[in-house]
């Protein structure tokens, strides 16, 4: 059975589906996605009117699957279970059965706990593709939530698969845009404290009761030894990379404020030439991200910073993991107390991404002053500034090239912002630092949780909470970037 979750907005994965399924002759999908994404809930939906045979495989090994697959296909097709032993035959079998008027769906979930168990399954898969199903009227789905196996084992190009697929389709967790819409009565702040503390996964979020105040969730949920999403941070890392604690330490390093390799392997203990290795498969895993000055060039370039990629994960590092002795003898009090002293700081980073959704989301209809090409944050020296006084940060900024137009913006996850404050600053880096002030064309924009008052003789556009999700609302349901 596929199990029943609340869906939303995954209207351009459905239309890949669609397209894929509704191409002449053999179709085959790769999709993958973290775990509790909802990539089985995309599936049941996509099949919910068509012929399909869908599978969850376990790690009992090829053979047991087998064997489990075909009691479950002559279920489907009404029919003696077959004789077959080996996916091959299997799959000559589903061929001899599928209709002729109607592509049949063969979904097989988790793929990679076949991979763990017997590598050749691939290579097997392959050559049923060229040899059996190749011809046929079939759609193949693979589904997987270890992204490490996915890409090393299905999408690389070494893997006997890969040329094989039609389409690939990557599940990703939700943005703001679609935490929206599944809480429609959550006020501004609430929302984004929310999405915070949970995430963007939706198995995470149907935990959220929109009527309990936050910490009554978190008391209930992450905070409570009993409760699934306790063990979740460490969990999901685990099932990636079984000798998973030096990767945990370098991940809460990060979710600490280290976001420099010196910083990140003085924190681990670790030496700074023997960290890549470990930044590079979370990375790989999309577990952080790495950033670069956006107006880099030279020298620059390689500055780079790392943060936690997951919402959810940034939290269960920072205020979970380093309080299990408490939460495990279920005195959550004191987290809860760590929590209110220090969440509103915690969201700022949090609401930088918001608003980084949001000028994607503007920029998508055509509602900025010009069509950006690339968007990213800036940080650097301010030249003939004494040390101590010279570095500077800009939380977005967004360009076009060929135009020559840049938009500056900065998010201020604080009440009673004053705009002008916010624009002098951002008129003052103009002035200052040498690779803002070549460009023909400059635009403003300042985000805050709320403005003291709006103040429409400055140049700056002023943009609160309050104003993304009423519009993320009007505009309703709609694709992501």
């Not at 609340?6 to 397209?19: A, G, W």
Request: glycine letters at 6%; a positive charge; hydrophobic letters at 40%.
């Amino acid at each position: 059975m596929i199990s029943m979750l609340k869906f939303v907005d995954r209207q351009s994965e459905l239309d890949d589906l669609t397209r894929s399924h509704e191409a002449p002759g053999f179709s085959f999908t790769v999709i993958y996605g973290r775990r509790r994404v909802g990539k089985t809930e995309l599936v049941r939906q996509f099949v919910r009117d068509r012929t399909a045979i869908y599978y969850q495989c376990d790690r009992r090994g090829t053979a047991a699957n087998v064997l489990s697959l075909r009691r479950i296909a002559a279920s489907h097709f009404e029919d003696m279970e077959p004789a077959a032993e080996s996916l091959e035959d299997l799959f000559s079998y589903i061929v001899a059965k599928a209709p002729s008027n109607d592509k049949l769906v063969v979904a097989i979930d988790e793929f990679p706990y076949l991979i763990e168990q017997d590598k050749s399954v691939t290579s097997q898969l392959q050559k049923i593709i060229d040899t059996v199903l190749v011809k046929c009227d079939i759609h193949l789905i693979l589904l997987g939530s270890s992204i490490g196996m996915m890409k090393d084992h299905v999408l690389n190009g070494g893997s006997p698969l890969y040329g094989r697929r039609t389409t690939q389709v990557e599940v990703c967790p939700f943005e703001m845009k679609q935490v929206v819409e599944f809480f429609p009565s959550m006020d501004a702040t609430s929302l984004v404290e929310t999405y915070g503390v949970f995430g963007g996964m939706p198995f995470y979020l149907q935990f959220v009761d929109p009527d309990r105040p936050l910490y009554e969730n978190l008391t209930a949920t992450v905070l409570n030894k009993a409760h699934v999403l306790y063990s979740e941070g460490e969990f999901l890392l685990r099932e990636e990379r079984p000798q998973a604690s030096t990767y945990l330490r370098v991940l809460e390093a990060i979710a600490r404020g280290a976001t420099r390799v010196s910083e990140i392997a003085s924190k681990v203990g670790l030496n700074a030439s023997d960290l890549p290795h470990y930044l590079e498969r979370l990375q790989k895993l999309e577990l952080i991200r790495k950033t670069q000055p956006v107006l880099a060039h030279g020298k620059s370039a390689r500055k780079s910073l790392y943060h936690i990629a997951d919402h959810f994960l940034r939290f269960w590092l920072r205020y979970v993991l380093p309080n299990v002795s408490l939460l495990e003898y279920r005195n959550p009090d004191p987290v809860v107390r760590e929590i209110k002293q220090s969440l509103q700081s915690f969201l700022g980073l949090t609401f930088e991404a918001v608003t980084r959704e949001y000028l994607y989301h503007l920029n998508r209809d055509g509602r900025l002053p010009f069509k950006f090409r690339v968007l990213g944050r800036q940080w650097g020296r301010i030249p003939g500034r004494p040390r101590g006084e010279n570095q500077y940060e800009i939380d977005h900024i967004a360009y076009d090239q060929r135009g020559k137009s840049i938009l500056i913006a900065e998010a201020k996850w604080q009440d009673n912002v004053d705009p002008v404050g916010m624009e002098n600053r951002m008129e003052e880096l103009l002035q200052a630092v040498p690779a803002l002030r070549e460009w023909k064309s400059i635009h403003l924009i300042g985000f805050a949780r709320s403005f003291r008052k709006r103040r429409s003789s400055t140049k700056m556009n002023q943009i609160d909470i309050k104003d993304i999700v009423s519009d993320y609302r009007s505009s309703g349901s709609g694709n992501r970037k």
